[in-house]
């Protein structure tokens, strides 16, 4: 996942990585209201360059751009083939920021399927990242809260980490025990930890990106490294999780356990 077209794509959808949204922030219904978008014949085969000029023309960031019911339906057909082409519909479907966008990426992703190469998962990864750019995000990430924690979540954890992502950055905090877990994988610590979901040996994207979801929320810099020592990144779980949690109480006393 760490390739140049998944960069690329990051950068196209824009400001996924933004801070909590503001109760008083501007809803996709009061964005100004752009044409319709027709999909241009050849869109997934375009170069990457192509493809960035015209996304970046056609979706403007300060508009709602709503898409034709027909490019709507090749989009939605085009996230299930977990491809470049995926990758592409993803960040067309962010980009647009109309409420009607966000039918074919919530939909995908309640789909719950694991691709069968390590790649598979960036477009359903960049569509979990998508729903953040909305301007009300809580409208469609409570959706996206069973997919992060709870009996049903989704397989991939890279993917699930993204749901989680964006649901915490509408406002649902019920994920953070779940990332703060992810940050624990390989490390002691991590070892007491019940979880329930598999671990692979290229967990560096997960825990880096959950790391950085939970230090974005809290409004703290993100300092947590992938590759430190197990030493050092057992610390920086600990100073996130004391930003959300307060520690034990001693025995014989009593008080809150959670921010």
């Not at 998944?6 to 196209?12: Q, R």
Request: proline share 9%; hydrophobic share 40%.
């Amino acid at each position: 996942m760490r390739t140049r077209r998944w960069t690329l794509a990051l950068l196209l959808l824009g400001a996924c990585r933004s801070s909590p949204p503001q109760e008083d922030g501007p809803r996709s219904d009061e964005l100004p209201r752009g044409a319709e978008l027709v999909l241009p014949a050849d869109w997934k085969t375009s170069s990457p360059g192509a493809f960035e000029a015209w996304v970046v023309r056609a979706l403007p960031e300060a508009q709602a751009t709503p898409i034709d019911p027909n490019g709507l339906r090749e989009l939605a057909n085009a996230l299930d083939a977990m491809d470049l082409g995926a990758v592409r519909a993803a960040v067309i479907l962010g980009r647009s920021r109309h409420p009607t966008s966000s039918t074919p990426l919530i939909r995908r992703l309640e789909e719950r399927e694991l691709g069968r190469e390590r790649f598979s998962d960036c477009g359903d990864t960049l569509a979990a990242a998508a729903l953040a750019r909305f301007p009300d995000p809580r409208r469609y990430a409570q959706r996206l809260v069973p997919l992060a924690v709870g009996s049903r979540p989704h397989p991939d954890l890279e993917v699930r980490v993204e749901c989680a992502a964006t649901a915490l950055h509408a406002g649902y905090d019920v994920v953070i025990p779940f990332l703060l877990q992810v940050l624990r994988i390989d490390t002691y610590a991590g070892q007491k930890d019940a979880r329930d979901f598999a671990v692979s040996p290229t967990t560096a994207w997960a825990r880096g990106r959950a790391a950085e979801a939970l230090s974005t929320y809290a409004g703290v810099p993100l300092t947590y490294r992938c590759d430190a020592p197990i030493a050092e990144r057992e610390e920086e779980v600990r100073r996130l999780e004391a930003l959300f949690f307060e520690p034990p109480a001693p025995a014989g006393t009593s008080g809150p356990a959670a921010r």
